[in-house]
């Protein structure tokens, strides 16, 4: 019997790899560099303090040479948004008896409606001297502005009232005309203090009322509190 002797089985080929070698890290050429106090980090603490202080100072100068009336006329404005319609003022007052006497007066935000139509009328013909006197009546607060003759007649003084319109317009606030006459003539003013009020419709006031009262013969203006 004859032994077949297998062909030796060559080994498997070892393959070769290259080593790996670590890429170097990207901040190792980038050189650290060391706090350096600045000389003139003080600048910009002296200059914030510098404008606020010049801030500051003009402020308190234009505080200084406040005109009353604009500055009225703006606070108004924002009371008239923010505060109350109507405030207390205590008066305090002394008898014969040198005894103090304290009474609560209620008195309407209307102050800055006159001054706002006081600028208003500054440069407008005829009406430049209006002025208003505030007043408390069944209604509550009012202000009330006496018209010159030559101005309540609806046909001659149209001109006039329309420009007082214009001025009035946008108020939400009722204004109206209270014509005062004799009793004889109280059909005649009704008609007059409606004329009035619908010229003062026309040219842009919603709440634009007409009134009629006995007493002595006139016209007024009447701005009321809301």
Do not use: C
């Not at 509550?140 to 502005?145: A, I, K, L, R």
């Not at 634009?208 to 509190?225: D, M, N, P, T, W």
């Amino acid at each position: 019997m004859t032994q077949v002797t297998p062909p030796p089985v060559a080994p498997a080929p070892v393959a070769v790899t290259a080593p790996v070698v670590a890429a170097a890290p990207l901040w190792t050429d980038v050189k650290t560099a060391r706090y350096q106090p600045s000389r003139t980090a003080w600048l910009i603490s002296f200059i914030d303090l510098t404008s606020l202080m010049v801030a500051f100072f003009v402020l308190m100068f234009s505080m200084q040479t406040l005109e009353r009336e604009t500055w009225d006329a703006m606070a108004g404005s924002f009371k008239s948004k923010f505060a109350s319609r109507e405030l207390v003022v205590e008066q305090v007052a002394t008898d014969v008896n040198n005894a103090q006497i304290r009474q609560n007066t209620v008195r309407s935000g209307l102050g800055y409606l006159n001054v706002l139509l006081q600028q208003h009328l500054e440069k407008s013909p005829g009406w430049s001297g209006l002025r208003g006197e505030e007043q408390y009546g069944v209604r509550g607060s009012e202000m009330v502005y006496s018209i010159a003759a030559d101005k309540q007649s609806p046909q001659d003084a149209k001109a006039a009232w329309e420009a007082l319109g214009a001025a009035l317009r946008g108020w939400k606030n009722p204004v109206g005309v209270r014509v005062m006459a004799p009793q004889a003539d109280l059909a005649k003013a009704a008609l007059q203090a409606q004329q009035l009020a619908l010229i003062l419709n026309a040219t842009g006031v919603e709440s634009a009322f007409a009134e009629v009262v006995e007493g002595s013969a006139g016209v007024q203006l009447v701005v009321r509190a809301k």
